[in-house]
């Protein structure tokens, strides 16, 4: 039987729709998918990025806090500690006591620095002679973090004294006077730990009554 020839092209122009149709679905359903998928990359991104920020916030927060409590940080915030503070910055030592370790800081307050000869800290203090402000700063700070109870083990153990090596290389004597611990300096003169055991992230501070002098 032969079909008409109208009948044919409405068939033909019916399945070109339906195809078109069927095209047209196809391409709208990949492109939502597409955008679902962008929807998804981008709420992945942003979800990292997120998270990246809210590390490096918390890294951040961690370094403060770090810095804060550390030596550098404590002394900072002792209203004892002024002198010393301003040596550490004009030395360029500050950055060392805020950074990781283990240090023991014999810390002169300022009362210590006001006993200093007259104009001997003026003169420390000047950009010609930090070498020398390092060398009398460094001769405070013993590396190994030791509170007052291991000042005191290690006077015992030596029999009533013991040597402390200073980060500098030269030598403190640490010893006994009644129930006082006394550092012994290099010329020997003795400062009194007036108040000790401020511990910090990074070691421990004891305020001495003196500057300390190898020699």
């Known amino acids: 039987m032969k079909l008409n020839k109208s009948l044919v092209a409405v068939l033909l122009m019916a399945f070109v729709v339906a195809f078109s149709s069927c095209e047209d679905t196809k ?16 709420a992945e991104s942003d979800a990292k990025e997120a998270e990246m920020q809210e590390a490096q916030a ?5 370094k403060e806090e770090a810095r804060t409590n550390s ?33 023991t800081v014999f810390a002169p307050t300022d009362f210590a620095f006001s006993e200093l000869k007259k104009g001997t800290l003026e003169d420390l203090i000047k950009p ?17 973090k030791m509170r007052s109870e291991d000042l005191g083990k290690a006077i015992d153990a030596g029999n009533g004294k013991a040597e402390l090596t200073t980060v500098k290389g ?24 007036v108040l000790g055991n401020i511990d910090a992230s990074n070691g421990v ?11």
């Open 170 to 193: 030269d030598k403190l004597t640490i010893m006994r006077d009644g129930d006082q611990i006394v550092i012994k300096d290099g010329k020997g003169k003795k400062a009194q730990i």
């Open 128 to 144: 010609e002679n930090k070498e020398m402000l390092v060398s009398v700063l460094q001769y405070h700070v013993v590396a190994g």
């Open 58 to 62: 918390n890294e951040e927060k961690m």
């Open 205 to 215: 501070i004891h305020e001495v009554s003196k500057v300390l002098m190898s020699k």
């Open 71 to 103: 030596i550098a940080g404590k002394a900072m915030a002792s209203r004892d500690l002024d002198t010393l503070v301003i040596a550490l910055k004009a030395a360029g030592l500050a950055d060392m006591l805020l950074a990781e370790g283990d240090y």
């Open 27 to 42: 391409k709208k359903d990949q492109i939502k998918l597409e955008e679902q998928e962008a929807e998804m990359a981008k």
